[in-house]
């Protein structure tokens, strides 16, 4: 079956005007030309597609069901081509992005706001998903970008991947708690405390393991959350020690507690990726280089440090005193 695209949307036209004559204006042809069009299409189709008389055309019942059926799919193409052109205009069109839900609530936050500002037209859309899927959704094509975050070098020979900041670990505690009377907490002092933390999909868990693995301190027993709030709120109830990557780009634990880098550090690092050898839609990239300054923001909005590992967050500043070695 040879049907060309023309054809279609001549005969949407001819069935739309119920008038050869005024389908052949609306595509500045001849009558013959429009008449030659449908006939070719009916003999490619082998339907009769319309009654025609001399007063009058109108659809035979095979035509009606066509015409209802390719004209939704025309106005399926012209939109897809619209959203096409709109995409390779840089500024406008949609982008989709997939993010662990931790940092879709921090980061890419702030990322999306840049873009907004930035970008009025463009659309960037968010999918939440555990980091495993974040990066088969990045290799499918089913998304432009991703974000995720590790505890060790970036290794996917199917991905590109651009690290943006890296963040220390910290201690986060009650500002009663013994060791909150130190600037910093060495590992050792974890050692028989109770462990909180964020799952393996931010990263935090393999972080922790080379951390005690380093240090040869026994591995503790984790409760792993999925959001910073659940880790804050068990460490709240005195259930344990939180531990949790510290910085601006990352949500905070509640006010009502205070944080400690852990020294030596030990810092997960927040990488953008894209599929290797597939170059970005212009406003897939435009959205790309938002997130990618999000490197420049720091608790203050100024230029982030190379490293947050001497910041002391929370509500209670302690004196200065030496580095907690022993529980």
């Known amino acids: ?31 013959s030309a429009v008449s030659r069009c449908v006939r070719e299409l009916e003999d490619a189709v082998e339907l009769k597609l319309f009654d025609r008389t001399t007063r009058q055309v109108e659809l035979t019942n095979a035509g009606a069901s066509l015409e209802r059926r390719i004209g939704r799919l025309l106005d399926e193409i012209e939109l897809t081509l619209l959203e096409e052109r709109a995409a390779y205009d840089g500024h406008t069109g949609v982008v989709v992005l ?22 009025p037209g463009l659309i960037v859309s968010v999918r939440d998903q555990p980091q495993s899927a974040v990066l088969a959704s990045v290799e499918q094509g089913e998304v432009d970008f991703g974000l995720v975050s590790l505890a060790q070098p970036f290794d996917n020979e199917l991905l590109h991947a651009q690290a943006i ?3 220390p670990l910290h201690a986060v505690i009650p500002p009663t708690h013994p060791l909150a009377r130190h600037d910093s907490v060495a590992w050792h002092a974890l050692q028989q405390c109770s462990l909180i933390t964020l799952n393996a999909d931010t990263g935090v868990h393999a972080a922790l393991e080379r951390a005690f693995s380093a240090h040869e301190l026994k591995r503790r027993p984790l409760q792993e959350f999925g959001h910073v709030a659940a880790v804050s709120r068990m460490v709240e109830l005195g259930l344990g020690v939180g531990v949790l990557p510290v910085d601006a780009h990352w949500p905070g634990p509640t006010v009502s507690l205070v944080s400690r880098p852990l020294v030596p550090e030990v810092s997960v690092t927040t990488f953008l990726v894209h599929r290797r050898n597939r170059s970005l839609r212009p406003n897939a990239a435009a959205a790309w280089t938002r997130f990618a300054a999000l490197e420049s923001i720091d608790a203050h909005g100024g230029a982030a440090s190379s490293s947050a590992s001497q910041a002391v967050t929370g509500p209670v500043a302690a004196p200065r005193r030496a580095v907690l070695h022993e529980p």
């Open 165 to 167: 900041f890296r963040t």
């Open 98 to 119: 997939a993010s662990n839900p931790v940092l879709s609530s921090s980061c890419v936050a702030q990322a999306l706001a840049r873009c907004a500002s930035a970008f």
């Open 1 to 31: 079956m040879n049907v060309s695209l023309q054809q279609l949307k001549v005969f949407v036209a001819v069935a739309r005007e119920r008038s050869f004559t005024r389908a052949a204006r609306e595509f500045d042809l001849t009558q």
